[in-house]
């Protein structure tokens, strides 16, 4: 023990009381320092692994070192097609002395061109977390000798052609763009991939599962990627050019209604592709056949999805650019530019339809009913629940929210017809639900089964 000795607030005690102070503070750093304890356990990673293969699982992996057992160790994966990251529990096993291997495998690859980004996280004892540096792998279809051409803004890959006939190909999509741009009144749309195969096995395989069966092409909105078939016989006729156009104008429409609030009804933006593809005229036939056996379907039932057999499917977008045709020669290009401006600020229905034509969405439907001669129409949807069994002398409450009364029944009359629905609404299918707001645009192709 240092004695502190003479009058309080003297130099020689002022100074005494620091030297202690002084050596006190130097100790404490000394105590807390690497050299005098141990050092918290850290970890090292290398860098990550991956694989990403068409028809073969999505494998990840990582090695990494630490002094003590990791308590547990996790993948964390973002992707396009959910929002924010998710995480997975890695397999871990030990490769050394203290060396550790991490693995995840997926039996689902999800669609070619998507691109993952993944890391791993080790927790180890005391709860401290630590993650690994990240990495990023593409899904590829390695069962062909692709060749690519970059245009402007769209990318074509194919691989059983000729180039001058993918060149071809290529300037058919371009072109789309080009006059999808002035018809939305958008300057300028995102880079577009698209992977033209020769077999429809092949091309299922690759846009995964859910995919309707009378699908020729598709287009991914988050992947920013289009797939289409083209197959020997196609060769020497529009339908090449056609598809290519159909997707590439999938992309552009939604450039150019991107919000984060609401998405414009799949018969517009199906209308529209198939107006800018092929024209109104060859759908015509579709649309009468379907008038004739009292098959249509209004367009609010259309909105999210459109049925999956193959008559209605074929039905769906007969309607759908008999309408998109309909407003157009009603109210003209710059309505309808007004119409897609205004989905962009992420308006309702209602609210882009009063924009464009002055009347709200049903009213437009009600219109173009009209004119293909339907007066009136049957819709079926939800219809009221029947009552339950009841004791004697009770009577169901009237009142929203209300509890039975307990009085005499009073005679009922006759019930009066089912109430009447707001119009088929197909279910999402499983890929959709899985893939939240993704949406897979599919087109037929013409004349075939």
């Given at each position: 023990?240092?004695?502190?000795?003479?009058?309080?607030?003297?130099?020689?005690?002022?100074?005494?009381?620091?030297?202690?102070?002084?050596?006190?503070?130097?100790?404490?750093?000394?105590?807390?320092?690497?050299?005098?304890?141990?050092?918290?356990?850290?970890?090292?990673?290398?860098?990550?692994?991956?694989?990403?293969?068409?028809?073969?699982?999505?494998?990840?992996?990582?090695?990494?070192?630490?002094?003590?057992?990791?308590?547990?160790?996790?993948?964390?994966?973002?992707?396009?097609?959910?929002?924010?990251?998710?995480?997975?529990?890695?397999?871990?096993?030990?490769?050394?002395?203290?060396?550790?291997?991490?693995?995840?495998?997926?039996?689902?690859?999800?669609?070619?061109?998507?691109?993952?980004?993944?890391?791993?996280?080790?927790?180890?004892?005391?709860?401290?977390?630590?993650?690994?540096?990240?990495?990023?792998?593409?899904?590829?279809?390695?069962?062909?000798?692709?060749?690519?051409?970059?245009?402007?803004?769209?990318?074509?890959?194919?691989?059983?052609?000729?180039?001058?006939?993918?060149?071809?190909?290529?300037?058919?999509?371009?072109?789309?763009?080009?006059?999808?741009?002035?018809?939305?009144?958008?300057?300028?749309?995102?880079?577009?991939?698209?992977?033209?195969?020769?077999?429809?096995?092949?091309?299922?395989?690759?846009?995964?599962?859910?995919?309707?069966?009378?699908?020729?092409?598709?287009?991914?909105?988050?992947?920013?990627?289009?797939?289409?078939?083209?197959?020997?016989?196609?060769?020497?006729?529009?339908?090449?050019?056609?598809?290519?156009?159909?997707?590439?104008?999938?992309?552009?429409?939604?450039?150019?209604?991107?919000?984060?609030?609401?998405?414009?009804?799949?018969?517009?933006?199906?209308?529209?592709?198939?107006?800018?593809?092929?024209?109104?005229?060859?759908?015509?036939?579709d649309l009468q056949q379907g008038i004739?056996?009292?098959?249509?379907?209004?367009?609010?039932?259309?909105?999210?999805?459109?049925?999956?057999?193959?008559?209605?499917?074929?039905?769906?977008?007969?309607?759908?650019?008999?309408?998109?045709?309909?407003?157009?020669?009603?109210?003209?290009?710059?309505?309808?530019?007004?119409?897609?401006?205004?989905?962009?600020?992420?308006?309702?229905?209602?609210?882009?339809?009063?924009?464009?034509?002055?009347?709200?969405?049903?009213?437009?439907?009600?219109?173009?009913?009209?004119?293909?001669?339907?007066?009136?129409?049957?819709?079926?949807?939800?219809?009221?629940?029947?009552?339950?069994?009841?004791?004697?002398?009770?009577?169901?409450?009237?009142?929203?929210?209300?509890?039975?009364?307990m009085e005499p029944s009073a005679p009922?009359?006759?019930?009066?017809?089912?109430?009447?629905?707001?119009?088929?609404?197909?279910?999402?299918?499983?890929?959709?639900?899985?893939?939240?707001?993704?949406?897979?645009?599919?087109?037929?192709?013409?004349?075939?089964?």
């Amino acid at each position: 023990m240092v004695a502190l000795t003479g009058p309080r607030g003297t130099p020689a005690r002022t100074a005494a009381i620091a030297a202690v102070m002084a050596a006190v503070i130097a100790f404490a750093l000394q105590v807390g320092s690497p050299t005098a304890a141990a050092a918290a356990p850290s970890v090292s990673f290398d860098p990550p692994t991956a694989t990403a293969v068409i028809l073969k699982p999505l494998a990840f992996a990582d090695t990494f070192r630490t002094s003590v057992q990791p308590l547990g160790v996790e993948l964390v994966v973002s992707s396009p097609y959910v929002p924010g990251v998710t995480v997975e529990t890695a397999h871990v096993t030990r490769v050394a002395s203290g060396a550790w291997r991490a693995s995840v495998s997926q039996a689902d690859t999800g669609s070619a061109n998507t691109v993952y980004r993944y890391a791993f996280r080790v927790t180890l004892p005391g709860g401290v977390s630590e993650t690994g540096p990240s990495g990023t792998v593409t899904v590829v279809d390695d069962r062909f000798a692709w060749q690519s051409i970059p245009g402007p803004t769209v990318t074509l890959h194919w691989y059983a052609h000729t180039r001058s006939t993918a060149q071809g190909w290529l300037q058919a999509a371009e072109s789309a763009v080009t006059r999808d741009e002035a018809a939305f009144g958008i300057a300028s749309v995102p880079h577009l991939d698209f992977f033209i195969y020769n077999d429809s096995a092949a091309f299922f395989d690759a846009i995964g599962a859910g995919a309707n069966a009378d699908a020729a092409g598709v287009y991914f909105a988050v992947t920013h990627t289009a797939f289409g078939t083209v197959l020997a016989s196609d060769l020497g006729s529009d339908f090449p050019d056609q598809e290519i156009a159909h997707e590439t104008t999938h992309h552009v429409f939604g450039a150019a209604t991107q919000n984060p609030y609401h998405t414009p009804p799949l018969w517009l933006d199906e209308g529209l592709a198939v107006y800018y593809s092929e024209g109104p005229g060859p759908r015509r036939a579709d649309l009468q056949q379907g008038i004739a056996a009292g098959r249509i379907v209004p367009l609010d039932g259309l909105s999210e999805a459109f049925p999956s057999s193959t008559d209605p499917f074929v039905l769906s977008y007969a309607e759908a650019v008999s309408a998109v045709d309909y407003f157009i020669r009603t109210y003209g290009q710059a309505s309808l530019r007004r119409l897609v401006s205004t989905y962009r600020q992420g308006a309702t229905d209602d609210e882009a339809f009063r924009a464009a034509t002055g009347a709200s969405a049903s009213a437009f439907d009600a219109a173009w009913l009209t004119s293909i001669g339907i007066r009136s129409i049957t819709t079926y949807g939800p219809r009221p629940a029947p009552s339950g069994p009841l004791p004697p002398g009770w009577t169901p409450s009237t009142a929203p929210g209300g509890q039975s009364a307990m009085e005499p029944s009073a005679p009922q009359a006759p019930p009066g017809p089912p109430l009447a629905g707001l119009g088929i609404v197909a279910a999402s299918s499983s890929v959709a639900a899985l893939l939240g707001t993704v949406r897979r645009r599919f087109r037929r192709r013409g004349g075939r089964p």
